[in-house]
């Protein structure tokens, strides 16, 4: 875990007022993880750090660019992130993870490692849907038209025999509805 130690933040050293740490992310940070999302990129890390006397507040300012590939037509392409995050760490008896951004930990607690926030903040930041820029404007087009001449989906089946599928899914749907009540009543 020697990889991890540059992102440790010694909390017991820290006084009662905020503090700056800057983090260089690249290809040599996201190795550090397994199945992960990203591969390449390139993103500035920008860490202040709240000390108050029962609360830690961590607030991450990130920026840069990810080396993604689109899911239309697997070419690689960049794409900038920028985001704003926080997370709140209260000290208690034991560690868990009250929601997603207020942690409590130890009172004995020594060290912060923010390495697995960092990654997960950018691992989230992904859209769901990878398209390279030159096809988001065909996106955005196909939204706009009139839906009624769009063609999602073709059925290999003509329009009867369609109809004779869903007739027949109608009739396994009763029969499935009879025996749950006739075993309903047989208890």
């Known amino acids: 875990m020697k990889a991890f ?10 006084k ?3 503090h700056r740490y800057e983090y260089v992310i690249d290809e040599t940070f996201f190795a550090l993880f397994e199945g992960r999302l990203v591969e390449r990129g390139t993103c500035k890390v920008v860490l202040h750090v709240e000390k108050s006397l029962n609360v830690l507040t961590f ?6 660019t990810l080396e993604l590939t689109c899911d239309r037509s697997l070419e690689p ?5 920028a985001l704003q995050e926080r ?13 997603e951004d207020v942690m409590i930990i130890p009172h004995g607690t020594t060290t912060i490692n923010v390495a697995h926030h960092i990654y997960d903040f950018i691992s989230l930041a992904i859209p769901m849907k990878k398209l390279h820029p030159r096809f988001r404007n065909e996106e955005a ?5 009139n839906q009624e001449t769009l063609l999602i989906y073709s059925s290999p089946f003509s329009e009867e025999e369609n109809q004779q599928s869903t007739a027949d899914d109608t009739v396994e749907e009763q029969w499935k509805w ?3 009540e006739k075993f309903k009543n047989s208890e």
Not at 87 to 99: D, M
Not at 141 to 145: E, G, Q, S, T, W
């Open 59 to 64: 607030h991450f300012n990130i920026s840069g």
């Open 87 to 99: 997370i709140f760490y209260k000290f208690g008896e034991e560690a868990k993870e009250l929601t």
């Open 178 to 180: 009879i025996l749950r």
């Open 16 to 18: 009662e007022k905020t």
């Open 141 to 145: 087009l196909l939204a706009d038209d």
């Open 5 to 14: 130690k540059p992102y440790d933040i010694d909390i017991l050293a820290l």
């Open 77 to 81: 392409f960049t794409d900038p992130i």
